[in-house]
């Protein structure tokens, strides 16, 4: 199974400028755990609830800009990879998330959700 034929489209976006409070609130509305993060409209890395409880409330501020707090560098995949291939990658990375990029578009997000939600619809062999 290719990862895009299991990623989630809609992949929500924040400007690297944009106050760390606004992001926050975007992932609470949207009941999110990420936003990907971009850097003159080109994608430059992603916030995520880890990056909020281990950088942010330990030594910053939440009118701070996101950008200081974003995971870099971003860990891409094209939407040809396996499923397994994609989950290998997470799992060496030690990431809960993978940005689905297509030449120099970003398709989609791929999470530990989708991949617990593909293995129990169908189990992948090993």
Avoid: H, Q, W
């Avoid at 009118?63 to 997470?90: C, F, Q």
Wanted: charged letters at 30%; glycine letters at 8%.
């Amino acid at each position: 199974m290719k990862i895009g034929e299991v990623m989630i489209k809609d992949v929500v976006s924040a400007d690297y400028k944009t106050p760390v409070i606004e992001v926050c609130k975007i992932m609470g509305e949207r009941r999110i755990g990420s936003v990907l993060i971009t850097k003159g409209e080109k994608p430059y890395g992603i916030f995520t609830e880890r990056d909020l409880l281990s950088k942010v409330l330990l030594e910053g501020n939440l009118d701070d800009e996101v950008g200081k707090y974003t995971s870099t560098p971003l860990i891409t995949v094209s939407p040809d990879y396996s499923v397994k291939e994609s989950a290998r990658i997470m799992t060496d990375m030690r990431i809960k998330r993978l940005v689905i990029i297509e030449g120099d578009e970003v398709r989609g997000i791929f999470t530990a959700a989708n991949l617990a939600e593909v293995c129990a619809r169908s189990p992948l062999k090993f």
